[in-house]
């Protein structure tokens, strides 16, 4: 079980970043967190305490820093890892699912066989911001047929309401450090 410092220590290795990608935002950079290896363990091992007890079949990881946090915990839970892409990056069947942005759409993949009915399913991404790519992707595992148990976050953006975009549509979301930004 982490204690109060465990996070605090996670959320000292996160770079903030002024003005990235455009004037006005702070990006807030999980590199830092992923090369530093106590707080990349810290990380893995607050997911982990999360799933440890359900019954987990699969970990997708949304394209990619997704990836990044998604493979180590599937290992962990001793689950499959499934990768949710940008469009024309996988080999074999796909579905989509089209979600809206501020200005136009975007659309993500995942193989048409990745999972099946009765599978459990967390997404997982490294940061929750608008929710958009992360409903997008719980709709994927539910077109698929299988059951979303969570959609987890390293960081989430208390003030862009994603949270709430992902529990309308009934899936429960864990975060590990939560930001306001003021």
Same mark, same amino acid.
């Given at each position: 079980?982490? =204690?109060?410092?465990?996070? =605090?220590?996670?959320? *000292?290795?996160?770079?903030?970043?002024?003005?990235?990608?455009?004037?006005?935002?702070? !990006?807030?950079?999980?590199?830092? @967190?992923? #090369?530093?290896? #106590?707080? !990349?363990? %810290?990380?893995?091992?607050?997911?982990? =305490?999360?799933? #440890?007890?359900? #019954?987990?079949?699969?970990?997708?990881?949304?394209? *990619?820093?997704? !990836? @990044? !946090?998604?493979?180590? %915990?599937?290992?962990?839970?001793?689950?499959?890892?499934?990768?949710?892409?940008?469009?024309?990056?996988?080999?074999?069947?796909?579905?989509?699912?089209?979600? *809206?942005?501020?200005?136009?759409?975007?659309? @993500?993949?995942?193989?048409?066989?990745?999972?099946?009915?009765?599978?459990?399913?967390?997404?997982?991404?490294?940061?929750?911001?608008?929710?958009?790519?992360?409903?997008?992707?719980?709709?994927?595992?539910?077109k698929a047929g299988a059951e979303v148990a969570a959609a987890a976050f390293v960081i989430e953006l208390d003030p862009?309401?994603?949270?709430?975009?992902?529990?309308?549509?009934?899936?429960?979301?864990? *975060?590990?450090?939560n930001y306001d930004l003021d």
């Amino acid at each position: 079980m982490l =204690e109060t410092k465990d996070f =605090e220590y996670v959320r *000292s290795t996160v770079r903030e970043v002024p003005d990235f990608p455009k004037p006005g935002i702070l !990006f807030l950079d999980v590199t830092t @967190i992923v #090369k530093d290896p #106590k707080a !990349f363990n %810290l990380c893995i091992d607050f997911l982990y =305490e999360k799933f #440890k007890d359900e #019954k987990i079949d699969y970990i997708a990881g949304i394209e *990619s820093r997704g !990836f @990044i !946090f998604g493979a180590p %915990l599937a290992c962990k839970l001793n689950a499959g890892f499934i990768t949710i892409r940008k469009p024309n990056k996988l080999p074999a069947d796909t579905i989509k699912e089209t979600y *809206s942005l501020e200005y136009g759409t975007d659309t @993500i993949e995942m193989h048409a066989d990745a999972v099946k009915a009765g599978d459990r399913v967390v997404v997982i991404d490294d940061l929750l911001a608008t929710g958009g790519t992360a409903v997008a992707a719980c709709n994927l595992i539910k077109k698929a047929g299988a059951e979303v148990a969570a959609a987890a976050f390293v960081i989430e953006l208390d003030p862009l309401k994603g949270k709430e975009k992902i529990e309308a549509t009934g899936v429960e979301v864990i *975060s590990m450090l939560n930001y306001d930004l003021d």
